[in-house]
Structure formats: C-alpha cells, structure tokens
C-alpha cells in the first residue's frame, strides 16, 4: 500500500525532475501543514474533509504526508544509487557516522581510520616497535600510511562523491529523451533491480567473509617478509605476530579489503545495470553536439570512480616504497607493474562505456545516410541556382543566406561524421591517466634526491 501511494505522489517527478532529499521534506511538510491547519482552522478541516471523500482512509493520509514513506517511494523507482543501502550502511546510520544521504564524511572517515590505525600505533609504542628494535618499524613503514591514512580514508569518502555524481547521470537517460516515454517503465524498473543488489545482505557477508578467509591467506603467503617487522617476529623457523600484528592482520587489513570489495561489487552492479540498459531501444540523438549521439554524460561516471581508483594507486604506492625503502630494490624495476596497475584501473571504468558502441555505430551510420541524402539535395538545389544560374531573376548572389546555410550544413554534418564510438573525449582519459600517476611520482624522489632536483630548477629559473 505504502509503495503504491509513493508511486501516484511520485508520477510527476519521476519524468520531470529529480529534486533534492531537502527538496522533498520541504514540500510534503509544507503540504502537511496546508492539510492539516491549525485547531480551529476552518480551510484545514474543508481539506481533510475533501481528502476523507476522496476515498483514502486517515492511514493513507498519514502515509502520504510522512515524508520518510514518500521520499522512500521515490527513491525506489527514481533515484540511482550504488552506495545507500546494505548492512555497513545501516551500521554508518545507527552509530550516528552517516545521515541518510551520506552525509557527515569527516566523522566516518575519521572513525575508521583511526579504528585501522590508532590502536597499531600504541600496541606498537608498548611492543617497542614503533621507532626501532625490529627492521622494519611501525613508523617507518610506508604501507600502513597508505592504506590507513591514505587509500581507506579516500575509498570511504569518495562513497559520497559516486552518490552526488551518478544518480544525476543516470536521470539523463530520462531528461535527454534516450529512454523513450514507452520503455520508461522497464527503465524503473532496472534501476530498481541494481538497487536492491547493491544493498544485499548475503552479498556484502559473502565480501566481508572473503575478505577475513581468502584475503588472510594471500596476505599471509604474499607479504610475510622473513626479516622482523613491527608485526611479525621470528622465532624458530617461522614468524610469530605480535599484539600489534593480531590487531593489524584480523581487523585493520580485513575492513580494507573489505571496503575494496565492496567498491569492487558495485563497479559489478554498474556494469550490469549499464548493459541492461544497452539492450532497451535507446533513442540516439544523431547530431548531438557531444558527438556521442547525446550520451555524453556517461563520461562523467569516469570522474565519479576516480578516487576509488587513485586510493588503489595509492595502496600501490606504499607496497613500492617500502621495497625500495627496506628491501634495496629500485623504482626502474617496477615499471611494468606500475603500467599494468594503471591500465587496468582506467580499463575498469572505460570498459563500460563500450557497452554502447554497437549502438552508436549504428545509429551513426544511420546518421550519415539520412544526412548524406539531405545534404545531395541541398547541395543539388545551390548548384542550379547560383552556378548554373536556374535561379529566378532578381536573386543576388551578394547578401543571401544560401551561402551561410551551406556552412552550416558543413558544420553539422562534421558532427555526424565525427560521432565517437564510445562516449568519453581523449581529453578525458589523459586527466584520468595522469590522476592515477600522480600519487605514484613521489617514489622518483628515490631516484634523484631532492636537493639535485632543487639545484636543476634553480639553473633552469636563473
């Protein structure tokens, strides 16, 4: 019944608009205070008595004007998400770290970093590890600053960023007319569908228990060094963790891997929900100055993933540095490691993109047909006008606007012949390229030291 009321309050909006959480409160209360009036309110008791008559019982009444009910009825069939809802978010929610619309972002960030970090620094202090006495020290260790301080704390923001970036996006498949007034429905309906995957219960217990078993054991059998660390000791022939290392390894490297999982899940739930998406009769629009047939937008979704993507670089980062810092080894060495991280991280939201190219092609070499025949005939008509002189007598040449119209049939079949094949600019994927390499150029500094750089730049000023 709920959701049924939520769909006719909703019916105006979901075509026309995608207002605002505030948006929403403001309207329904305002409507609650025009329905319900003040005691003694003559107008007020017409309206409820017109409301009564109308067929809709108090509770349907109640139901209508409580803006939770209504704005969760909305967001089912209209608001895109991939990060409101699941278990970790209703935690965030009932521990005050999250308001429904994910705000509060500085008191997550800092909760959880400090719940991965804080306490590997005191057990640390009371182990005698922290500045010395082992190889390689808690303060010294480049990775625990990556991937506590760093990468954990920008994966769990950047939740907010994909939320204010994407549902937007997604509205213009409605506001752009490429989703036609007939395949509405359906449309709903697939957002619908990825909105209840992203919020599963048992896929989110399915992450966190991989992220516990399988993480634990690629940990273990990857990244154990034999020299003694903050949070492994060697005794006999195997190692042994320390207080710090039982914090470090069975909850602070477990919420990581989970948190990455999970940003992992949804770039799956995106993936699928785009290429649904793809098999509905879209309607391209063939001279769209975004030469992308009006899809354009999606390259938006690239921005919106960026931060999950450069904690990732930055993860790589404090692997790399700490090799180079207590293993000996060189940054030359890592190259190919470096270029392969990159590719795969800016394939992993370029590839969805291609999910239209079949489209696109089509609909481009539809676009040139249907031009190609208007553009012979105008070309056709200026011929025997102005060349040929088939004109009617009287026309001058100087001033007309023949000349103008033919420019801009130029102009706009340049347009149709240049339509990309998949909807995102070079320009684009070179700031991607260069945000994912940015946090990765500090480790040059292991190569020239910081003073030769500064004397090269003095000499290259001055």
């Known amino acids: 019944m709920v959701r049924k009321i939520g769909r006719r309050v909703c019916s105006g909006l979901r075509l026309e608009s995608h207002p605002t959480h505030s948006e929403l409160h403001t309207g329904y209360r305002a409507v609650g205070r025009r329905a319900g009036g003040q005691p003694g309110d003559k107008t007020a008791q017409k309206v409820g008595s017109a409301q009564s008559s109308s067929g809709l019982s108090n509770m349907q009444q109640a139901e209508v004007l409580n803006p939770r009910v209504a704005n969760q009825a909305c967001e089912d069939n209209t608001n895109f ?12 929610l009932r521990t005050k770290l999250a308001r429904p619309a994910l705000e509060l972002v500085p008191r997550r960030v800092a909760s959880i970093a400090l719940i991965c970090w804080l306490p590997l620094l005191v057990l640390s202090l009371l ?10 020290p808690f303060l010294l260790d480049l990775g ?6 760093g990468a954990l704390p920008l ?15 997604v509205q213009q498949f409605l506001d752009r007319g490429i989703v036609l007034p007939q395949d509405r429905a359906r449309f709903s309906d697939l957002v619908a569908s990825a909105k209840r995957l992203q919020s599963s219960a048992l896929a989110e217990g ?67 929900f785009l290429w649904q998406v793809r098999a509905l009769p879209l309607h391209f629009h063939l001279f769209h100055p975004d030469r992308a047939g009006g899809i354009g937008f999606l390259s938006g979704s690239v921005s ?22 207590h293993a000996g080894a060189t940054l030359p060495t890592f190259k190919m490691e470096i270029a392969e991280a990159i590719a795969f991280l800016m394939l992993l939201v370029l590839i969805p993109l291609t999910f239209f190219l079949f489209g696109l092609e089509e609909a481009g070499r539809k676009a040139k047909r249907e031009y190609g025949i208007l553009a012979s005939r105008y070309v056709e008509d200026f011929r025997c006008k102005w060349i040929q002189g088939q004109g009617t007598e009287g026309d001058r040449l100087l001033g007309t606007s023949d000349i103008q119209s033919l420019a801009d049939l130029g102009n706009a079949y340049s347009v149709v012949s240049d339509m990309r094949l998949v909807p995102i600019s070079k320009s ?28 090269r730049l003095i000499k290259l000023v001055f």
């Open 428 to 455: 684009e994927i070179i700031r991607l390229a260069v945000s994912l390499i940015f946090p990765i150029l500090p480790l040059t500094l292991t190569m020239v030291p910081l003073d030769k750089i500064v004397d």
């Open 81 to 92: 998400t991939l990060v409101l809802g699941g278990p970790l978010y209703q935690l965030y």
């Open 155 to 169: 994966m769990v923001a950047a939740e907010l960023i994909v939320y204010q970036r994407l549902s937007p996006i």
């Open 206 to 272: 399915i992450l966190f228990v991989a992220a516990i078993t399988i993480g634990h054991w690629v940990w273990k059998e990857n990244m154990m060094s034999d020299a003694p660390t903050w949070f492994a000791s060697s005794i006999g022939r195997g190692q042994h963790l320390t207080l710090a290392g039982c914090w470090y390894a069975f909850v602070s490297l477990p919420i990581l891997r989970f948190i990455l999982l999970r940003w992992y899940f949804r770039l799956f739930v995106w993936y699928r």
């Open 144 to 149: 625990v600053y990556t991937r506590f301080l």
């Open 127 to 136: 182990n005698g590890s922290a500045l010395g006495g082992v190889a390689v």
């Open 304 to 325: 919106a993933f960026a931060p999950v993507l450069v904690a990732q670089t930055i993860l790589l980062t404090g692997i790399i540095g700490d090799r180079i810092w």
